[in-house]
């Protein structure tokens, strides 16, 4: 069966797994979100009368585990269980959406525009080259996880009352200072607890010190992947490297630098990135499969192609 056939026969029979009293003040409807990478995410939506908070489950894991030959019973059994944790969890605090209430809780996210063409089509974006969009999202008072953001879209922009340059201009303000970029060396990333920002550096690094690879992300590191475009991040890394670099978008919450004298070939570089988003990166976390390159001469950064031969697509640094 389809997912949508699933979800109806789901729908009818839980109302057998769920207490009398929860039930009959419910109301469970159907729904179908594009998220990002344009996923379409297949769910219940179970609103308690008189009530404005009306968690979203979704249930494609369970399509699928059904599809594996699980019992839908079994299936059954563990909605019921998630909506009786939903129900008792802390919900999203409310926000007024004006501009003088959210102005100073702004930020970014890194998207690729032909994997989001859906989901960008009600969005407000910047085109920064090489098919990247940045949008910007309200981040809600008390978040500890980065989890409850409001993408601006056309209907918060309208709220919001002001035009596209000063929203995107706002934002790089409160990103530079709420979540400012960070450039680690590999290996301090994976293996150390004292990690140095390189980017706090006056000075370029000895020769002797420039590695394999770096990690660029921002300072919470969720969703970091957006500090390639903040203000001189591409041209200070060169000047940290002395030399030009690859850029690796190994998912949306961070970017791995190689530079460009290290010797590595470019269509290998393509290949694991292909292969690391096939098989080790989350789909939702999924950047791009393209890998980039920063010219230090030219301060353009441009598409590398799968051939080798980079494009001639110039990213506007923002």
Not at 41 to 48: A, I, M, S, W, Y
Not at 88 to 100: C, E, L, Q, R, V
Not at 229 to 246: C, H, R, W
């Given at each position: 069966?389809?997912?949508?056939k699933?979800?109806?026969?789901?729908?009818?029979?839980?109302?057998?797994?769920?207490?009398?009293?929860?039930?009959?003040?419910?109301?469970?409807?159907?729904?179908?979100v594009?998220?990002?990478?344009?996923q379409?995410?297949?769910?219940?939506t179970f609103?308690?009368?008189?009530?404005?908070?009306?968690?979203?489950?979704?249930v494609?894991d369970?399509?699928?585990?059904?599809?594996?030959?699980?019992d839908i019973?079994f299936?059954?059994?563990?909605?019921?269980?998630?909506?009786e944790a939903?129900?008792?969890?802390?919900?999203?605090?409310?926000?007024?959406?004006s501009?003088?209430?959210?102005?100073?809780?702004?930020?970014?996210?890194?998207?690729?525009?032909?994997?989001?063409?859906?989901?960008?089509?009600n969005?407000?974006?910047?085109?920064?080259?090489?098919?990247?969009?940045?949008?910007?999202d309200?981040?809600?008072?008390?978040?500890?996880?980065?989890d409850?953001r409001?993408?601006?879209?056309?209907?918060?922009?309208?709220?919001l009352?002001?035009?596209?340059?000063?929203?995107?201009?706002?934002?790089?303000?409160?990103?530079?200072?709420?979540?400012?970029?960070?450039?680690t060396?590999m290996?301090?990333?994976?293996?150390?607890?004292d990690?140095e920002?390189?980017?706090?550096?006056?000075?370029?690094?000895?020769p002797?010190e420039?590695?394999?690879?770096?990690?660029?992300?921002?300072?919470?590191?969720?969703?970091?992947?957006?500090?390639?475009?903040?203000?001189?991040?591409?041209d200070?890394?060169?000047?940290?490297?002395?030399?030009?670099?690859?850029?690796?978008?190994?998912?949306?919450?961070?970017c791995?630098?190689?530079?460009?004298?290290a010797?590595?070939?470019?269509?290998?570089?393509?290949?694991?990135?292909?292969?690391?988003?096939?098989?080790?990166?989350e789909?939702?976390d999924?950047?791009?499969?393209?890998?980039?390159?920063?010219?230090?001469?030219?301060?353009?950064?441009?598409?590398?192609?799968?051939?080798?031969?980079?494009?001639?697509?110039?990213?506007?640094?923002?």
């Amino acid at each position: 069966m389809d997912v949508k056939k699933f979800i109806n026969i789901i729908k009818e029979e839980l109302p057998d797994f769920l207490p009398e009293e929860v039930y009959q003040d419910l109301t469970i409807d159907y729904v179908e979100v594009s998220k990002m990478n344009d996923q379409k995410l297949h769910g219940l939506t179970f609103r308690p009368k008189g009530s404005d908070a009306a968690p979203t489950l979704y249930v494609d894991d369970l399509y699928e585990r059904h599809q594996n030959g699980e019992d839908i019973g079994f299936l059954l059994v563990d909605l019921a269980n998630r909506y009786e944790a939903a129900r008792h969890a802390p919900t999203p605090p409310d926000i007024d959406i004006s501009w003088d209430k959210v102005r100073d809780n702004l930020s970014f996210r890194l998207l690729e525009k032909s994997r989001n063409a859906d989901f960008l089509s009600n969005m407000t974006y910047a085109d920064v080259g090489n098919g990247l969009a940045l949008i910007v999202d309200i981040n809600m008072p008390g978040d500890r996880d980065g989890d409850w953001r409001i993408a601006v879209n056309h209907g918060v922009m309208e709220a919001l009352g002001v035009d596209k340059e000063t929203l995107f201009f706002t934002a790089m303000d409160d990103a530079l200072v709420n979540d400012p970029p960070v450039l680690t060396d590999m290996t301090q990333a994976l293996f150390s607890s004292d990690k140095e920002n390189l980017l706090d550096r006056s000075a370029p690094m000895d020769p002797s010190e420039v590695g394999g690879m770096y990690v660029l992300t921002t300072e919470s590191g969720n969703l970091g992947a957006c500090a390639l475009f903040y203000p001189d991040v591409q041209d200070k890394a060169a000047e940290l490297m002395g030399s030009g670099y690859y850029v690796l978008p190994s998912s949306t919450h961070e970017c791995i630098l190689v530079p460009d004298t290290a010797g590595h070939n470019e269509k290998d570089l393509c290949a694991m990135v292909k292969e690391a988003n096939r098989t080790v990166v989350e789909p939702k976390d999924v950047l791009s499969d393209n890998v980039y390159h920063f010219d230090k001469d030219s301060r353009q950064l441009t598409k590398v192609a799968a051939d080798r031969e980079r494009d001639s697509m110039v990213a506007e640094v923002r």
